[in-house]
């Protein structure tokens, strides 16, 4: 196990649902970011907290909205999404934001929009 | 241009082969290097960071070239378990926030 732990492992929501993923890390990092994986693409990053703070957010459009309430738990919540959105979304964390770091993933959640 | 390509792939090799994947990034600023595995449908694992006199780890060597802005991975002795997607990224410093930059990843499947 990574020390980051992400759930629900597989969503599928229609276009007018909300509902919102959870990432807890155990690790004692003070980043945490969400990337997106879509299939044949690679990883592209979401949002970056640092210290709870949003340091970067990657023009993701509106119905995706992070939230970090403290430095180790991050959540994106959903709402109004659209069939593109289905993706592997990954929840990662690292000792800071200041770019040389390792980066531990969680396990990510499949989601589906229908 | 992507500021991170890699060998597009896929690599398909028999067991105990060498097999070596390429990666370069556009941006001279970059600062550190890493390589990470990936498992069909999972999580992108760390395998190995990269340093500029190259690094081994058991059968996994990597290395760096700055002049070049080039990194390789070289697998020796492949293992049907290295069968994986290798995705290499490229950190850099970006304000007061970090910027992680990943290729597109080379298929690697060993075969009996």
């Known amino acids: 196990e990574t020390g980051v732990t992400q759930t629900p492992r597989h969503l599928v929501m229609g276009m007018t649902n909300k509902k919102s993923l959870k990432c807890e890390q155990h690790l004692g990092h003070n980043a945490m970011y969400w990337y997106k994986q879509s299939a044949k693409k690679p990883l592209e990053l979401m949002f970056v907290?640092?210290?709870?703070?949003?340091?970067e957010n990657n023009s993701v459009p509106s119905r995706f909205s992070p939230e970090c309430p403290n430095s180790s738990h991050l959540f994106l919540h959903l709402h109004t999404l659209q069939p593109e959105d289905s993706a592997l979304y990954l929840c990662?964390?690292?000792?800071?934001?200041?770019?040389?770091?390792?980066?531990?993933f969680g396990s990510g959640t499949q989601l589906s929009v229908l | 241009r992507k500021e991170v390509e890699q060998d597009p792939g896929p690599f398909n090799v028999p067991e105990g082969a060498t097999v070596a994947f390429n990666c370069t990034y556009s941006n001279s600023a970059s600062q550190s290097f890493f390589w990470y595995r990936q498992d069909c449908r999972k999580e992108p694992k760390l395998l190995m960071s990269?340093?500029?006199s190259g690094n081994e780890d058991g059968r996994f060597t990597a290395q760096l070239n700055r002049a070049s802005q080039y990194i390789s991975l070289l697998i020796r002795d492949s293992k049907l378990s290295d069968s994986a997607t290798y995705l290499c990224v490229v950190n850099i410093m970006d304000t007061n926030a970090g910027k992680s930059t990943f290729g597109d990843g080379t298929t690697l499947t060993v075969k009996p």
């Open positions: 907290y640092s210290l709870e703070e949003r340091v």
């Open positions: 990662a964390s690292s000792q800071s934001a200041r770019g040389r770091e390792k980066l531990f």
């Open positions: 990269v340093y500029s």
